[in-house]
Nanobody
Framework: VQVVESGGGLVPTGGSLRLSCAASGFTTDDYAIGWFRQTPGKEREGISCFSMSDGNSYYEHSVRGRFTISSDNAKNTVYLKMTSLKPEDTALYYC????????????????WGQGTQVTVSS
């Protein structure tokens, strides 16, 4: 199984970006896609998760209301629409295929992407 991110870039404060996570190799919808981000010197932070099996979505508090996760099941792709971006959102964003969005499945990783850089200028 494999996931590949795309869609990062440089945007001004208040701007928007949409990240994509394309999944391949899955034979069922019994998995989830999580979005994570990391900045140098900090631990990786989970920010959102989408359950492909039941369509439930989850957000970390710092992005709730600004970021929206969605999926196109026909394309096996999960999107993260990011709006009202702030300089503190600058990070390397990763998507990962998980066993599920809830613990302990959220710690059972199936595949990681290579990351896509998001930079928000002040």
């Amino acid at each position: 199984v494999q996931v590949v991110e795309s869609g990062g870039g440089l945007v001004p404060t208040g701007g928007s970006l949409r990240l994509s996570c394309a999944a391949s190799g899955f034979t069922t919808d019994d998995y989830a896609i999580g979005w994570f981000r990391q900045t140098p010197g900090k631990e990786r932070e989970g920010i959102s998760c989408f359950s492909m099996s039941d369509g439930n979505s989850y957000y970390e508090h710092s992005v709730r209301g600004r970021f929206t996760i969605s999926s196109d099941n026909a394309k096996n792709t999960v999107y993260l629409k990011m709006t009202s971006l702030k300089p503190e959102d600058t990070a390397l964003y990763y998507c990962a295929a998980l066993m599920g969005c809830s613990s302990p499945d959220s710690k059972r990783y199936l595949s990681w992407g290579q990351g896509t850089q998001v930079t928000v200028s002040s």
